[in-house]
Structure formats: C-alpha cells, structure tokens
C-alpha cells in the first residue's frame, strides 16, 4: 500500500478506499476477502486522517504566520506499517 520512497497521496487513498467500500456494499465480496478489505480500508483510512492532520497543521502554521507568531518548522510525524 504505502512506502517508505512513495507515499500513498490523500486523493489515492481516499479513491481506493471508495473503490474498497463500494465493493464490501456490493454484497458479492466472500467473507475472508470482506475482511482483507476491511483492514485495507482501516490502514487507508489512517492515511487519509493523517493527511488531513497534517494539512490543518500547516494551515494552522500558515494562519499563525500571516497574523505575525512565526512558528519553528514541525516535523509531522507519520505511522508506518
């Protein structure tokens, strides 16, 4: 899914993870494989929330900038899996 040389970007995670729901809801996916989806769907979810932590972290840095606070640069630290 995700390495370390090449990040699963926010659009494709969240497009994979659609592509995973919609099949789970189809109801012609077999037990074993609905929970391999499951737990695909769980890890690119995290993705997805991580990204979007770090854009609100950086739009908070953004903001904090524009109105005069500078802010040291952060590290956002990611899970791997």
Known sequence: MESK??????EAALERL???VESMESGEV???????KFE????LLK????RLKEAELKIEQ???QKDGIAFAAFEI????S
């Open 40 to 43: 695909e769907g769980n890890k």
């Open 5 to 10: 040389k090449d990040p699963l970007s926010f």
């Open 30 to 36: 077999p037990l074993a494989e609905l929970l391999a």
């Open 18 to 20: 659609e592509t995973i």
């Open 47 to 50: 993705v997805c929330e991580g």
């Open 77 to 80: 630290e990611r899970e791997t």
């Open 62 to 64: 953004l903001k904090k």
